[in-house]
């Protein structure tokens, strides 16, 4: 994940988006000359070299990572409601409605004219819910089902749609 960059939308973040962007230090791992023992393992350090910067986004070619150190923050509780909503004003309601809700998501379903808005904000400890988190794509689905869903997918990608 590091090594290709990957990010979220930086709407909120306030140090970045990326998963880099919260490393505090890493350790890589390539080949060395014979007097290493043909191993060189770099240890790199938030503030010591400005060479931690290409090493966290290296996309490999730079050696190993083998050890990351991440900066962290307390675990807090998060609350999430899904709404279902035509995709008329999509365009401009994305902005907005990811601005308004710290975690927020959408999946746009263009066939079906749908978007479904994941309304997903930080709460306080205490806030009392009921401990579900029922996403569809990690529900139990019959093997059948899947098997049709996926055939009527393929048939549709096949026909350029
Ligand atoms: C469904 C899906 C949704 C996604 N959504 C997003 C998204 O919203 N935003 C986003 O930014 N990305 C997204 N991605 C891309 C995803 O972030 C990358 O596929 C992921 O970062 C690859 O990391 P990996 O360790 O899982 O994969 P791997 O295949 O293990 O690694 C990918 C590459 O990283 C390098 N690498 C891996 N491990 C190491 C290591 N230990 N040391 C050095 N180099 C290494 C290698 O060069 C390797 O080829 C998505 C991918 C999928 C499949």
Not at 7 to 18: F, I, N, T
Not at 48 to 73: H, M, P, R, W
């Amino acid at each position: 994940m590091l090594a290709t960059g990957a990010h979220g939308s930086s709407l909120w973040a306030r140090q970045g988006g990326a998963v880099h962007d919260y490393v505090a230090e890493m350790t890589m791992v390539s080949p060395g000359r014979a007097a290493d023992g043909y191993v060189r393992v770099r240890r790199l350090k938030e503030g010591d070299s400005t060479e931690i910067n290409a090493a966290k986004v290296s996309l490999g070619v730079l050696g190993a990572i083998y050890k990351v150190t991440f900066k962290l923050q307390p675990l807090f509780k998060r609350s999430l409601t899904y709404m279902q909503k035509d995709d008329k004003e999509l365009g401009d309601e994305a902005i907005a409605f990811g601005s308004k809700h710290e975690f927020a998501d959408l999946s746009w379903f263009p066939s079906q004219g749908k978007v479904i808005y994941r309304i997903d904000d930080r709460v306080p400890s205490n806030a009392v819910g009921n401990g579900i988190y029922d996403f569809i794509g990690f529900r139990a689905t019959l093997s059948s089902a899947l098997a049709i869903i996926r055939s009527v997918g393929y048939s549709r990608i096949n026909q350029g749609c």
